[in-house]
């Protein structure tokens, strides 16, 4: 190649590098985020803010003192009732969580959205390293 070719593939490629990232920093200014905040998204942040994940697991992944709550919604004698009942009052081993019912709603929306992605049972799922799991 000569010394032209390689200057204007240069040119090409950094424009392409600079309009590239100026899409990337200016989209969420420019694109209506209202959908960013959903119920469902809400609920993970009270599912972190309240450290659930210290004790429980989704999709076999988290603490062990607690249940895999992957489909806690849908499984036989439990559901929605439930986990509302364990969040107001506790038990021997889970304490009583004071949120509010906006806090509540949002919490069972994200258990509903992770309930309804499949059926997860945590001996189904081997660990890998870097926190992964891998179906047995």
Same mark, same amino acid.
């Given at each position: 190649?000569? #010394?032209?070719?390689?200057?204007?593939?240069?040119?090409?490629?950094?424009?392409?590098?600079?309009?590239?990232?100026?899409?990337?920093? *200016?989209?969420?200014?420019?694109?209506?985020?209202?959908? *960013?905040?959903?119920?469902?998204?809400?609920?993970?942040?009270?599912?972190?803010?309240?450290?659930? #994940?210290?004790?429980? #697991?989704?999709?076999?992944?988290?603490?062990? *003192?607690?249940?895999?709550?992957?489909?806690?919604?849908?499984?036989?004698?439990?559901?929605?009732?439930?986990?509302?009942?364990? *969040?107001?009052?506790?038990?021997?081993?889970?304490?009583?969580?004071?949120?509010?019912?906006?806090?509540?709603?949002?919490?069972?929306?994200?258990?509903?959205?992770?309930?309804?992605?499949?059926?997860?049972?945590?001996?189904?799922?081997?660990?890998?390293?870097?926190?992964?799991?891998? #179906?047995?």
């Amino acid at each position: 190649m000569n #010394q032209k070719t390689v200057i204007i593939i240069f040119i090409v490629l950094s424009f392409a590098f600079v309009s590239n990232s100026i899409n990337i920093y *200016l989209k969420p200014f420019i694109e209506n985020n209202s959908n *960013l905040h959903t119920k469902e998204s809400e609920g993970r942040l009270v599912w972190q803010r309240n450290n659930c #994940q210290t004790c429980h #697991q989704l999709y076999g992944l988290g603490g062990y *003192l607690g249940p895999d709550l992957t489909n806690v919604i849908s499984s036989p004698g439990k559901g929605v009732n439930y986990v509302i009942g364990l *969040l107001r009052t506790g038990n021997a081993t889970m304490p009583a969580y004071h949120l509010r019912e906006e806090e509540e709603a949002q919490l069972i929306a994200f258990l509903i959205s992770v309930d309804r992605t499949g059926k997860s049972s945590p001996l189904e799922f081997e660990p890998l390293p870097f926190g992964q799991i891998k #179906q047995k």
